[in-house]
């Protein structure tokens, strides 16, 4: 499958149908106060860099973003419709977002996910996150695993 992977406004219709998709399936295995997905609002704000994967018909068929705060970056709205799955967008859209994390000058990159999410954490686990506490305004939550990674010259003295 031909993809393309760009910035993106996430209010573009076709996108927001795919924010909903992402938001129906995270409903549909966590409770609401389990579920920690940026709003439309929030995934426009001058620190977030929400990227879409396009196939070569322009569809939009997956997501992603980084949210930089002070000394991390943390990977939110990773989601891929299910009959694009297996072909290499999440890896693209993670080393795309990677990337952006340094240009922006960070080196940390965290993330939240669910522990029912098995397929997201075997590619955040292969692609090097490791699992960690908490941070920033996150508590314990027994259904949320929190994941790191170390990026750049950070990763290579780790």
Request: without cysteine; charged residues 25%.
């Amino acid at each position: 499958m031909q993809f393309h992977i760009a910035l993106e406004d996430p209010a573009k219709p076709d996108v927001i149908a795919l924010l909903e998709a992402g938001d129906a399936y995270g409903a549909s295995l966590y409770p609401a106060e389990s579920n920690h997905f940026l709003p439309l609002d929030a995934l426009r704000a001058p620190n977030v860099r929400f990227v879409v994967a396009r196939d070569g018909q322009g569809t939009a068929v997956a997501t992603g973003a980084i949210a930089l705060s002070d000394g991390f970056a943390e990977l939110k709205r990773m989601w891929v419709v299910p009959e694009a799955r297996g072909k290499g967008i999440s890896k693209a859209i993670l080393a795309d977002l990677e990337a952006r994390v340094l240009d922006a000058g960070h080196s940390v990159l965290r993330l939240e996910t669910g522990i029912d999410s098995h397929e997201a954490m075997a590619l955040y686990e292969r692609k090097g996150f490791v699992r960690r506490g908490p941070f920033g305004d996150y508590r314990e939550d027994p259904l949320s695993v929190f994941m790191e990674k170390q990026l750049g010259a950070a990763a290579e003295t780790a």
